[in-house]
């Protein structure tokens, strides 16, 4: 159990459950087999595997939970092909030209009736809830991928308030300058072979791969007004990692005597007894590296502290692509929704997910807002599948 890539979620007056309560409120919301129509579906999954029906494991103050995302790969060549042929058929046969609303039509009926003979992909994303810290660690890079999971512990738990970690210095600011200036860097972190350079105001960027960072071609470039969005590093001896100018860590290496430690745990072959070993150390020095890392940053900021609720939803409006909902007693993307709803005929769950972009739970609480407030009958059912 070795997180990969991180991404790091501070929590805000979000008490800590007894862990049989949580354990049980997971179990809950249990990853099910898709329905026919779905195009995809989440659910919590025991972080050991289908051997296991424990799904919260949890050390001294860390816990370890596990989603399974479900979806259908349907490939877009496929339902374009069969668009084409239907809008052909119907053209030859009725004489008259196909419009765009009636083949945004045609294309959702296809898809619908191609999804149940496509091939599902299943992807588990583990997290690490930090209770001492009140901080929620999730494996994986893609922000999008990280909301999806914090979007499915909100169901289960009823409420989450949650932002990405965000620190007084910025990262590119402190990156660029450990870059180009030897004297600014922390005792306690040391750079590697790796960074990436990003102009000012210019999408180009360089990738400096297995180079010295402190050759002159890399002060050149810094000289020449390029800021670095990515640099190798390790800290505390004990964790490298790829640190981003959004704190996400990526390509998680952890130091030899964490791994010698780990291999030396007389687990007695229990898959369990070994997994709960492994993310107990893997967690104290992620912890600790974190913790290192945001006071090398100049410690937590504002924006990651919760607003007041007179200001908005928002930590930061400047970084809205940053957060990560929970504030709002109302969907974001409710507004849209109704407007689906008015346009469209026997607006389903998927036509929803599909719709927005969102992804299975969401699109389900929403559909079950736009029947709540009358604007689709009751009629489709609460799942509208």
């Known amino acids: 159990m070795w997180f990969n890539n991180i991404n790091v979620y501070q929590l805000h007056n979000n008490e800590a459950l007894d862990s049989i309560a949580l354990n ?75 419009t765009r609303k009636e083949k945004t039509a045609l294309k959702e009926q296809i898809t619908e009736e191609l999804l149940p003979r496509a091939f599902v992909k299943s992807t588990k994303i583990d997290a690490w809830w930090d209770i001492r810290r009140n901080r929620i660690i999730i494996n994986s890079a893609s922000r999008t991928r990280c909301e999806e999971l914090l979007d499915l512990l909100r169901q289960t738990l009823g409420s989450l308030k949650v932002t990405p970690l965000s ?102 072959d229990d898959r369990i007894a070994r997994l709960e070993s492994d993310f107990f150390l893997m967690a104290n020095a992620l912890a600790d590296a974190i913790d290192s890392l945001t006071a090398m940053l100049g410690g937590i900021s504002e924006r990651t502290e919760a607003p007041p609720a007179e200001q908005g939803t928002r930590p930061d409006d400047s970084h809205p692509g940053e957060q990560v909902g929970g504030f709002e007693d109302e969907d974001p993307e409710y507004p849209r929704a109704i407007l689906i709803a008015q346009q469209r005929e026997n607006v389903t769950v998927t036509k929803l997910q599909r719709g927005l972009t969102i992804g299975y739970n969401r699109a389900q609480r929403l559909h079950e807002q736009l029947i709540r407030d009358g604007h689709i009958p009751n009629s489709y059912g609460q799942h509208g599948v």
């Open 167 to 268: 620190t007084q210095t910025l990262p590119v600011r402190a990156m660029t300058d450990w870059l180009g200036d030897a004297s600014t860097r922390p005792a306690n972190l040391a750079l590697r072979d790796k960074a990436t350079l990003k102009a000012k105001g210019d999408d180009g960027k360089i990738a400096a791969n297995q180079v010295d960072l402190d050759s002159d071609e890399i002060q050149q470039l810094l000289e020449s007004g390029r800021l670095a969005t990515e640099l190798a590093v390790t800290i505390n001896d004990n964790v490298s990692a790829v640190l981003t100018e959004n704190l996400t860590l990526k390509s998680l290496r952890y130091g030899d005597k964490l791994i010698e430690q780990a291999d030396a745990q007389d687990d007695g």
């Open 24 to 98: 049980d409120m997971l179990a809950g919301d249990a990853a099910k087999p898709l329905g026919s129509a779905d195009a995809s579906r989440y659910g919590w999954t025991p972080p050991a595997g289908r051997a296991s029906n424990v799904y919260l494991h949890e050390s001294q103050g860390h816990r370890l939970i596990s989603m399974l995302k479900q979806e259908r790969i349907l490939p877009g060549s496929v339902v374009k092909e069969a668009l084409e042929e239907k809008v052909e058929e119907i053209e030859t046969r009725e004489g008259r030209k196909v």
